[in-house]
């Protein structure tokens, strides 16, 4: 559970009578069981949406959901392996019928890859990386686009990653999956613009969720403005962005939220010049 989960449960109270940025939409959240995806999931809730929660992992989705209804949201939970397609159609479809339309999708769930040189990656990491990053936005976007088609329009929005825009060493899978996230997103974009869909990616840095919690410590943070990791809040927060009319003129785009952890990556020094 999030440190924040209480601070969400009070926000939704207080603000239920005001308006909020997704009044009246229904978003359809993958990997929102956990992470940013809950913290995403509680947020677009708490701005008035219904949602969808869509995870592999029962436990964590049915609590997303809890959360949101406990808090006086409407969300359902649906046991998706995104890397399925029957799992995907069947995902897409319940949410249709259960709120009679998609107006977000967030592709959002993801795992690691194996830590590994290329050469001694098997065919099965390859697959397993590509099939749950990247086939699955693939899916989530193949069965939803019909949905947005015949209601008039939609918001897609996938998570990639800082690794889709730079190599990190051992981890070559992950970095063509988000890269391909990136890309794939474009490709959205330019072809479902004139559809009224808009479709933009996120690539987050370091953020602090179970994902990453094993190995963040050891990461070097000292040159981001806070001086560590993220919280899965500031990736929601740009996603509710992306969500909302607030980016109306915004699609295939790439939103970076780092820290500026990226920024610095492009001009790698030996030694530091002497401070002036
Ligand atoms: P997380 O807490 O592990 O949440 C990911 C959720 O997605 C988990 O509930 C996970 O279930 C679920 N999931 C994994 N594979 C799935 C599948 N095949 N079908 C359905 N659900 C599946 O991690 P997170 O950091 O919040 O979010 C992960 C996403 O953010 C990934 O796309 C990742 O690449 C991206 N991202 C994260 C960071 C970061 O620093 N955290 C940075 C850049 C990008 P299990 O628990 O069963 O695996």
Excluded at 39 to 57: I, N, Q, S, W, Y
Excluded at 74 to 90: L, M, N, P, T
Excluded at 166 to 172: G, K, N
């Amino acid at each position: 559970m999030l440190l924040s989960d209480n601070l969400y449960v009070t926000r939704i109270e207080q603000s239920a009578g005001e308006m909020g940025k997704l009044d009246g939409k229904v978003a359809l959240i993958t990997g929102a069981g956990s992470g940013i995806g809950r913290a995403t999931a509680l947020l677009f809730a708490e701005e008035g949406a219904k949602v969808a929660v869509a995870d592999r992992a029962p436990a964590g989705g049915q609590e997303t959901a809890r959360m949101i209804k406990d808090s006086g949201g409407e969300a359902i939970f649906i046991k998706a392996d995104v890397s399925k397609a029957a799992d995907v159609e069947r995902m897409v479809k319940t949410t249709a019928d259960t709120y009679g339309r998609i107006d977000i999708l967030y592709n959002h769930a993801g795992i690691n890859s194996p830590i590994a040189p290329i050469a001694e990656l098997t065919e099965e990491d390859w697959d397993l990386v590509l099939n749950t990053n990247l086939k699955s936005v693939f899916l989530g976007t193949k069965y939803t686009i019909p949905v947005m088609l015949k209601q008039g329009g939609g918001i897609i929005i996938n998570t990639a990653s800082i690794m889709g825009m730079c190599a990190q060493t051992y981890i070559s899978p992950y970095c063509a999956s988000k890269a391909g996230i990136i890309l794939f997103t474009k490709a959205t974009s330019v072809e479902y613009s004139k559809h009224n869909i808009r479709a933009n990616c996120i690539c987050p840095g370091f953020i602090t969720t179970p994902m990453t919690e094993p190995w963040l410590p050891s990461v070097q943070m000292d040159h981001t403005p806070p001086g560590k990791a993220g919280q899965p809040e500031n990736i929601a927060k740009a996603a509710l962005y992306l969500a909302s009319d607030d980016s109306a003129y915004v699609t295939g785009s790439s939103l970076v939220v780092d820290g500026g952890y990226s920024a610095e990556w492009a001009v790698p020094l030996k030694e530091s010049p002497a401070q002036g």
